[in-house]
């Protein structure tokens, strides 16, 4: 009985010492009503009968909630971020938090964490409404967030990250190592995983970061645990790791909210689905009432078709781009490869299969050998210069370090690998180039009222248009994209790839996709190739497998 | 990963091995090197801009840097000594602690302006230097109070000796390790140095963490400051005169010896250890060209290749790191 346990727990917590036992649910709030410890008070019969599908929500929607919205409204000027919005987060449940870029759910957030003040309405915290709610106060009542960057140390190590938050709340002023070291190892211990406890973080991977991050929220009596996108920077394998963690966190009383993208991660991990569209809830049920369909017309507030890219080439012409016998270093072994004209080409693998350095060799920028050739002719690439050359574009995986500049104008990021299209001479010729942004912007379908705002100020799918438009105004013959919509909200992700299989169908052009999302690949190649180890080991055709398929050959890689 | 491959990737341990590698080098060129009063004297040398370096670690630690210690440091020695001349005062204790409050309220002028303002601390500290260096010669006086004006009690401080082996030893040595220790404490066993370590690190997560940021950024410019108004009066008790224009240049010796000690200049990184060692490594090298009979215009340029090389090799080291 899942109700009971929680109740067991919150009707012996102790007032609030520092002896408490790490995951106390109650931490200077109302004692339990009734025997049972909950109280169906405040919750409407309505939504009883016509969302509990199953047992277990029944007994979350029974308790009472943790955190409760009712009707908040949060303004910006010019705009409602949040415009009357019911929310409420019951002990122990899962919710997933969806919708796109501006829909109002990090507003949402960070009124939850005591960041926002907000405008209208109520905020009730254990069914007590609350006034003056700042980071503290949501701390002191068990809420914790974990923001995308993990508000990490990078240079401490892993045992002083763990325990800076709980020496901070005791308010210390001495340090000892040796406690420090426990804390951290408790801290690691909870979610039963084994990270060197003296490395510095700086050094762990993406993955390891993020569980630092996760035990260390869970340092203090944590009642409601608040991920933004945590699953973005993460491999497949990585994703299982941190699900399994969050449903041990689950089992430990401790509620999660999910925010993200994913759709297929937001089905399988939470087990209530909000979906917020233009600062409004529009959609709240148990998961189990969803599919992808629904999340994305419910997010987008249309139907997002699922076509299929068609390839109609002629598999023995020469083919755009040929690559035989391709050695990288260690990383990429014998790689034989071919892209016909049109052909839109997934290629996906773990972390450090080598995908990236071979996208990084065909771009000029990782020493190389073997035979490369361009609608036959031979290339020597040993440097990007050599491949802008020959027609090879390249769109990175962090477009945010690699690939914008964000303190630029749109026109000046559109032109940068185009400069020679907009010259007289040696001088800029400022009206041509203003001429071939508005172009871009336009082909590219960049929301912004003109090219001169800064590019660090579009929102991500806007930036990765940008980043793929200046590629078409060199005139590529070859484009390579390393996870082209990641972080990109669903709507904006969708035109993204409508352009570019439009792009490869309308001039012949061959693309590379490098990809994480499976269902991206499988909606946009003809073929799927999967690296392991810097090798190719499996050449799919995208229009016979199937997403489980894909995900079951990524899985049984080691 | 063992304990000593774990010693061997500290930075500190390969400014050890090159520090012993270059003495013994000295040594054999010139083995009058190892004779006590020679080790003496380079123990001595390395005091004041010790201490200056400590100063300049916790605000490199922080993410800062500090380019106005020098300014403050003859400040506060020099209208400490005229202070003491004006009021004929014979004492150690009282000008000490007014020349180390000297230093304080001027580092914790440059706290200001860095924190409630936030300014880049490279331009608050060239500006602070400049106007406190400019008031000290305009209003207070240029001229060099030699030993024949020197309080005595300063003199016979700065050369309190103590014999070993038949060397006389500076008791300043203990003055400055007994600084090091107390900075060494204070950066990793109180609450406030790791807070220093985290603000340099990341100050938004600092922030969001808890940690007083505000409190962090006045604890390190004015702890920097204090020091270096201590480390001012010292040199004048030291070398027995009150130079006004005297620590010119002093910026890039002791930025030097703090970056060869393995601290970072982005911040988040750095140890007391490794300076101490970085400082007795430039002293030595200071201390060898002058025994080469090396001109003195031509140490500014050793100097200068070391703060290069040794960052490079820092910035070698974590890119390293990250792949």
Request: proline letters at 4%; one cysteine or more; glycine letters at 10%.
């Amino acid at each position: 009985m899942e109700h009971c346990r929680v109740s067991l727990k919150r009707g012996n917590a102790p007032g609030g010492t520092a002896a408490r036992p790490p995951f106390h649910l109650s931490r200077g709030f109302a004692p339990p009503t009734g025997t049972a410890g909950f109280s169906a008070r405040s919750v409407p019969l309505a939504r009883l009968s016509r969302r509990s599908s199953r047992p277990e929500i029944e007994a979350h929607i029974m308790a009472e909630p943790l955190i409760e919205l009712r009707a908040v409204t949060k303004r910006f000027p010019g705009m409602k971020a949040l415009d009357g919005v019911d929310f409420r987060i019951f002990p122990e449940e899962i919710v997933c938090l969806a919708g796109e870029n501006g829909s109002g759910k990090s507003t949402l957030i960070k009124i939850v964490s005591g960041i926002y003040d907000f405008d209208e309405g109520e905020l009730l915290i254990d069914g007590k409404p609350v006034t003056a709610f700042g980071p503290r106060d949501a701390i002191a009542s068990g809420i914790q967030v974990i923001y995308q960057d993990f508000s990490l140390f990078p240079s401490l190590t892993v045992a002083e990250n763990l325990a800076l938050n709980r020496l901070l709340s005791e308010s210390r002023t001495f340090v000892d190592p040796e406690h420090r070291r426990r804390l951290g190892a408790e801290a690691l211990a909870r979610l039963d995983v084994e990270i060197d406890l003296d490395a510095t973080v700086g050094r762990l991977s993406t993955a390891d970061r993020q569980i630092v991050a996760i035990a260390r929220a869970l340092m203090s009596d944590t009642r409601l645990l608040i991920m933004d996108e945590p699953t973005t920077a993460l491999t497949g394998r990585e994703v299982d790791r941190l699900f399994a963690i969050v449903r041990e966190i689950q089992a430990k009383g401790i509620a999660v909210l999910f925010v993200s993208h994913k759709m297929r991660e937001m089905l399988e991990i939470s087990e209530r689905i909000t979906v917020f569209r233009n600062g409004r809830k529009v959609e709240e049920g148990p998961t189990a009432e969803f599919n992808e369909a629904r999340i994305t017309r419910a997010m987008t507030g249309h139907d997002i078709g699922h076509e299929r890219h068609v390839w109609a080439g002629d598999d023995d012409a020469t083919p755009r781009l040929s690559v035989r016998g391709l050695n990288v270093g260690d990383s990429v072994r014998n790689i034989d490869l071919d892209l016909h004209r049109g052909e839109i080409v997934g290629l996906s693998g773990l972390l450090g299969s080598g995908r990236t350095e071979l996208a990084m060799a065909l771009f000029g920028m990782e020493p190389h050998d073997g035979d490369i050739r361009l609608d036959g002719m031979p290339l020597r690439l040993s440097s990007v210069q050599d491949a802008v050359a020959a027609g090879i574009a390249y769109v990175p995986e962090d477009r945010l370090s690699e690939g914008l500049f964000m303190q630029q104008s749109i026109a000046r990021n559109v032109i940068a690998s185009a400069i020679g299209r907009a010259t007289r001479g040696p001088f800029l010729d400022q009206g041509r180039l203003m001429q071939l942004a508005r172009d871009i912007v336009s082909d590219m379908r960049i929301a912004t009222p003109d090219v001169d705002k800064l590019a660090g100020q579009l929102s991500g799918g806007n930036q990765q248009r940008v980043v793929i438009g200046r590629w078409l105004l060199t005139g590529p013959k070859v484009l390579i994209l390393n996870g082209p919509t990641v972080g990109v909200d669903v709507g904006s992700k969708a035109e993204i790839h409508r352009r570019i299989r439009d792009l490869a169908a309308g001039t012949g052009l061959a693309v590379l996709m490098i990809s994480d999302d499976v269902p991206e690949l499988i909606q946009n190649c003809n073929r799927i190739l999967l690296m392991h180890r810097g090798e190719i080991i499996d050449r799919l055709d995208a229009a016979s497998v199937e997403e489980d398929d894909i995900h079951g050959r990524l899985k049984g890689l080691r | 990963m063992t304990a000593l491959a774990k010693l061997l990737r500290r930075s500190e341990t390969a400014v050890l091995a090159i520090l012993i590698v270059v003495m013994i080098v000295i040594g054999v060129i010139n083995p009058a090197f190892w004779q006590a009063d020679n080790l003496f004297n380079l123990l001595r040398a390395n005091v004041v801009i010790g201490i200056m370096a400590l100063s300049v670690l916790t605000v490199m630690i922080s993410g800062g840097i500090d380019v106005s210690f020098p300014a403050f440091a003859v400040a506060a020695m020099y209208l400490t000594v005229i202070a003491m001349n004006a009021w004929g005062y014979q004492g150690v204790v009282l000008p000490f602690i007014g020349a180390t409050l000297i230093g304080l309220v001027c580092g914790l002028a440059n706290a200001v302006f860095i924190h409630t303002f936030r300014m880049i601390p490279l331009i608050v500290t060239l500006g602070s230097a400049s106007v406190v260096r400019g008031l000290l010669l305009g209003l207070v006086g240029t001229s060099i109070i030699n030993i024949d004006r020197m309080p005595p009690s300063l003199i016979a401080f700065g050369s309190s000796t103590v014999d070993v082996g038949g060397s006389k030893l500076s008791l300043m040595i203990f003055i400055y390790l007994g600084i090091a220790v107390l900075m060494w404490l204070f950066l990793t066993r109180t609450m406030a140095g790791r807070g220093v370590f985290a603000y340099g690190d990341d100050a938004e997560s600092a922030k969001r963490v808890g940690f007083n940021t505000r409190r962090t950024v006045y604890l390190v410019y004015g702890l920097a400051g204090a020091l270096a108004g201590f480390a001012g009066l010292l040199h004048a008790s030291m070398i027995w005169l009150a130079n006004p224009r005297d620590f010119v240049g002093y910026e890039l010796d002791v930025i030097a010896a703090v970056v060869l000690g393995g601290a970072s200049i982005f911040g988040g990184r750095g140890s007391v250890f490794g300076t101490i060692l970085g400082v007795f490594m430039l002293t030595l090298i200071k201390n060898s060209l002058i025994i080469m009979r090396v001109d003195n215009t031509w140490q500014g340029v050793v100097v200068g290749c070391v703060i290069v090389i040794a960052t490079a090799l820092t910035a070698w080291r974590d890119r390293k790191a990250l792949v």
